[in-house]
């Protein structure tokens, strides 16, 4: 089945930029909407983006909106998030999920995780 690889975390300084992938295999992500979420220590999961199947439609959480960029390239069977401007707040586990829906609904398979980690 699809399986979801998050790569791009680590340390970045307040003010900085960070590129998340997020490489499908097992099934193409053609047609899947794809969501990019993260968990803060001792928070709940918060949803952050989302992209349509068709990569036409986007959505963003507010705390991120302005900041953040989600795309795919189903060529390459990829989604990524470009952040912007990070903060202190940003840090937490990233994870990419995929929704057979074509839009962001329960998610139906989720990657493991990357670590992004804002300080100075």
């Known amino acids: 089945q699809l399986q979801l690889v998050e790569s791009g975390g680590g340390l970045v300084q307040p003010g900085g930029s960070l590129r998340l992938s997020c490489v499908a295999s097992?099934?193409?992500?053609?047609?899947?909407?794809i969501a990019w979420h993260r968990q803060a220590p001792g928070k709940e999961r918060e949803g952050l983006a989302c992209?349509?199947?068709?990569?036409?439609?986007?959505s963003y959480a507010d705390s991120v909106k302005g900041r953040f960029t989600i795309s795919r390239d189903d060529a390459k069977n990829t989604a990524y998030l470009q952040m912007n401007n990070l903060k202190s707040d940003d840090t937490a586990v990233y994870y990419c999920?995929?929704?057979?829906?074509?839009?962001?609904?329960?998610?139906?398979?989720w990657g493991k995780g990357t670590l992004v980690t804002v300080s100075s």
């Open positions: 999920a995929a929704d057979q829906s074509g839009w962001c609904n329960g998610m139906d398979f």
């Open positions: 097992g099934l193409s992500l053609r047609n899947y909407g």
């Open positions: 992209i349509s199947g068709s990569g036409i439609k986007t």
